[in-house]
């Protein structure tokens, strides 16, 4: 069994992330894409949409698998080069939501401009922890003087 020491040693905060936004951004497809889109985001999304066989609905399973591949990849410990792919597939979305938006905003559907800052800053957020490292243990760091 696995004593108290050696979980602690297991617990990374870069992967719960990975893990809580995957399960969330899976969420969102499929509750918030799929089941009951708003009309913001579809109005919103509308150039893209006419491109996207399936539309607002293929959108909505690329949100859920993008999301369940970054929770599986925040679940596999000592995986750097997975786990790496796991923040690719957290922030692609994000990041696709936030230029869609944008362009949305500078043209047809100027009401986009607040989603189109909330994504951009969410996949800026997500490109920042995919970079940071896990806190030492304990026993590693610098004791203060």
Not at 127 to 141: A, I, N
């Amino acid at each position: 069994m696995w004593g108290a020491a050696a979980r602690r040693r297991q617990f990374s905060y870069r992967r719960a992330f990975l893990v809580v936004l995957g399960l969330g951004w899976a969420g969102y497809g499929r509750l918030g894409i799929i089941d009951q889109p708003r009309y913001g985001t579809a109005r919103g999304l509308a150039d893209l949409t006419k491109h996207v066989p399936g539309g607002l609905n293929t959108l909505g399973w690329m949100w859920v698998v993008c999301g369940l591949l970054g929770a599986v990849a925040g679940l596999l410990a000592n995986c750097p080069r997975l786990q790496a792919l796991g923040y690719v597939a957290i922030a692609v979305p994000a990041g696709l939501w936030a230029g869609v938006l944008t362009a949305a905003a500078a043209g047809p559907f100027p009401p986009a401009v607040g989603s189109a800052c909330g994504w951009g800053a969410f996949t800026i957020g997500v490109v920042l922890v995919s970079g940071m490292d896990d806190p030492l243990p304990p026993y590693l760091r610098k004791r203060g003087r």
